[in-house]
Nanobody, 126 residues
């Protein structure tokens, strides 16, 4: 049973920074595509960034240059460093994992990942 547990998040002012993390329990973490998504009230879920088992990253245009995704395979941990935050970044942030293409994140935006965390709230005030 794979479990993803997010931590971090919180409330900051616009222009500030927040880090969120995700620990994967119950599986061989290295062989998964890992990603962060977010969903704001009344909006569709948005894929933010993904990282494959080699460390190759892919970012959405909305966060490119502001967010940095990394993974520590030894600690089964995925981290998202967020900076230059804007009020429109306010959302529930979710960690996700999938193994349908092994550790590759091939077309990660186009399918519903297998495993999800429960989310952590990030609130940006103006």
């Amino acid at each position: 049973q794979v479990q993803l547990v997010e931590s971090g998040g919180g409330s900051v002012q616009a222009g500030g920074s927040v880090n969120v993390s995700c620990v994967v329990y119950g599986s061989t973490y290295k062989s998964y595509c890992m990603a962060w998504f977010r969903q704001a009230p009344g909006k569709e879920r948005e894929g933010l960034a993904a990282i494959d088992d080699s460390g190759l990253t892919d970012y959405s245009e909305s966060v490119k240059g502001r967010f940095t995704l990394s993974r520590d395979n030894a600690k089964n941990t995925l981290s998202l460093q967020m900076s230059s935050l804007k009020p429109e970044d306010t959302a529930m942030y979710y960690c996700a994992a999938d193994q349908r293409y092994g550790g590759s994140c091939y077309k990660w935006r186009f399918y519903d990942m297998n495993y999800w965390g429960k989310g952590t709230q990030v609130t940006i005030s103006s």
